[in-house]
């Protein structure tokens, strides 16, 4: 019986997603799927491949925590209420997963829609071979209530008929503690990775504010409570901080984007080891008066960003100073699609975040988020070889992980594509 191959990677320099630290001269050995040794001057028997990344930073294969994986242009999003079918959205998520591959993110995490897309099939066809992309993290769909920021029928509120139909074909969208309790066990036996709460208002959504509380205490308490006794993980949409403090006391999982973060509830979070995945580039334009992005959001989006950019950028400045467990994600639902996964670390770095702490969220946090750090997030023996490349400064260059010199998952090597905008590229060709 034929073993499995063996490959040796040669690192010009190595962050290994555990030291803050860029080694160097490392050399890391695969057989088969898995990194058997790490180190230098490593031995190797005959017939190994040799791959020479002598000129590139190698990295673990990078994670993104909160995609929305269902389009296939970001134009499409407030289209999808009435425009396009679930067989639509599928294809959408197989192409976001064969371009995040292509982009070095070997895994994505699907944070939920309010219909179909059928990611947990696509997940399912990836991790057979069928076809190939990203692995997927999957919450199938949004806990939410009659118009809120999950309840997409609000942009045809005019005509309620419509709007009622269209919601009763929503899965995770109702009312009460009993319908929540059968949701979150219905979205357990589908086969959901975690369970994802709309539970505020949103930007984008044009009925509803950031600091809407969308359930009752009740309603939160039946998800929740019931996703801890079915040993599944909790996150929410959630920006304020009084919601925030409620949702940690009653022990959710995680917070995904917190922008209007204040120092209690950062100190509440630190406290009781809640995550937070803080999805800066959605409001990036705002922070720093890009006008050009801003103008392609909704109206409804652009007045909010208005209204509300002072408390923004003093929510950013909290969380990058505080000690919060901070994962990465993009959330790019407007002026960037969803694979397009490095424009937050150009977010993260434009605002003065240490290089390390955005390398270590994008890897082994998300790993821990995604519960899934026992097999990949760091490169170590007996993990996964997920591995990245990358030939631009990670420590210094804001668009280093848009252009991906190679990429590799399980021990296969893939095509790589460059994400880089077109001003750059012409500057640099």
Not at 1 to 8: A, G, R, W
Not at 22 to 48: C, D, H, Y
Not at 290 to 306: G, M, N, V, W, Y
Request: net charge negative.
């Amino acid at each position: 019986m034929k073993s499995d191959k063996i490959i040796k990677i040669k690192c010009g320099k190595l962050y290994d997603g555990i030291k803050a630290e860029l080694q160097e001269n490392m050399e890391i050995l695969i057989e088969g799927e898995k990194i058997v040794a790490v180190g230098r001057n490593l031995s190797f028997p005959e017939g190994t491949e040799i791959i020479d990344l002598s000129d590139a930073t190698v990295t673990p294969g990078m994670i993104d925590a909160h995609v929305h994986p269902q389009f296939f242009d970001w134009r499409d999003t407030y289209n999808d209420t009435i425009y396009y079918s679930d067989g639509w959205r599928a294809l959408a998520v197989a192409n976001t997963v064969k371009k995040s591959l292509a982009g070095g993110f070997t895994t994505i995490r699907s944070v939920g829609w309010f219909r179909e897309d059928y990611a947990l099939d696509v997940k399912r066809a990836v991790e057979k071979g069928y076809i190939e992309g990203a692995r997927l993290i999957v919450a199938p769909h949004f806990m939410c209530t009659p118009g809120s920021h999950g309840d997409m029928t609000q942009i045809v509120s005019t005509n309620p008929h419509l709007a009622d139909y269209l919601q009763s074909n929503y899965p995770g969208c109702g009312s009460g503690p009993d319908f929540f309790v059968n949701a979150v066990r219905r979205e357990v036996k589908l086969g959901a990775d975690f369970i994802k709460i709309m539970a505020t208002g949103g930007f984008a959504t044009p009925n509803d504010s950031p600091e809407d509380i969308q359930m009752n205490d009740q309603e939160f308490k039946a998800i929740i409570d019931t996703a801890n006794e079915l040993g599944i993980p909790t996150t929410a949409h959630a920006y304020a901080p009084n919601l925030i403090q409620k949702l940690v006391k009653f022990g959710i999982t995680g917070i995904e984007h917190g922008a209007l973060m204040d120092e209690e509830t950062a100190r509440m979070m630190e406290e009781h080891g809640t995550y937070l995945v803080p999805t800066f580039m959605p409001y990036e334009d705002a922070i720093h008066g890009d006008e050009a992005s801003i103008t392609k959001k909704s109206p409804e989006f652009q007045r909010k960003l208005k209204i509300y950019k002072e408390r923004l950028v003093k929510g950013r400045e909290v969380i990058i100073n505080s000690k919060i467990k901070l994962g990465y994600g993009t959330d790019f639902v407007t002026v960037h699609n969803a694979y397009e996964h490095g424009w937050e670390y150009w977010a993260w770095l434009n605002n003065g975040m240490d290089p390390f702490r955005a390398l270590a969220a994008a890897t082994r946090i998300n790993a821990e988020i995604c519960e899934i750090n026992d097999i990949v997030g760091t490169i170590e023996v007996g993990k996964l070889a997920d591995i990245s490349a990358w030939k631009r400064d990670l420590l210094k260059d804001p668009y280093a992980l848009m252009d991906c010199a190679f990429v590799m998952k399980s021990g296969k090597v893939y095509p790589t594509e460059c994400r880089l905008p077109e001003e750059v590229s012409k500057q640099e060709s």
